[in-house]
């Protein structure tokens, strides 16, 4: 565990292929998959392979981010590593398991808006997860290396 710590960029590229093999396997599913979702009177539907898209650019984004600190010997805070690795991906595995207990039922509408008031704040975990790995990416630039000659 320590060496991914070390080394967050590799977590982010090994997850871009699962993403996308899971995307392409449950694509086979259901074809016409959306993600819909409101704000005030508008609806915003994205698509299936949409959603997969983006998520593997942003963690292309994300793993180049930790890959060009570590080749240009830049060190970041560990525990900021942890931090953003383990909202990120420790949410999406809770968001993923929550989604799974959605009730289809009228009666249980009551149960949906509290599940869906769960991963809302999930995901605002998360996306602050996503501040934090770039407060942890200004600060590495920003750091300045004590060198001894010598």
């Known amino acids: 565990m320590k ?12 997850a871009i292929p699962v993403i996308i093999l899971i995307g392409v396997l449950s694509g086979y599913e259901a074809t016409n998959e959306t993600l819909d979702f409101n704000v005030h009177d508008t609806y915003y ?27 240009t010997d830049k060190k970041l805070s560990k525990s900021l590593n942890w931090i953003h690795v383990g909202l ?15 009730r289809t039922e009228i009666i249980e509408y009551e149960f949906n808006n509290n599940l869906t008031l769960t991963i809302t704040l ?22 300045i290396r004590n060198k001894t000659s010598g």
């Open 3 to 14: 060496f991914l710590i070390e080394k967050p960029h590799l977590i982010f590229f090994l």
């Open 45 to 71: 539907v994205i698509a299936h392979f949409h959603l997969i898209t983006i998520i593997c650019i942003l963690f292309g984004i994300i793993g180049l981010g930790y890959w060009i600190m570590q080749k």
């Open 88 to 102: 990120t991906f420790g949410g999406t595995l809770v968001v993923w398991i929550l989604t799974q207990f959605y």
């Open 122 to 143: 999930i995901i605002l975990l998360m996306v602050l997860g996503q501040i934090v790995y770039l407060i942890n990416i200004i600060i590495g630039i920003m750091k």
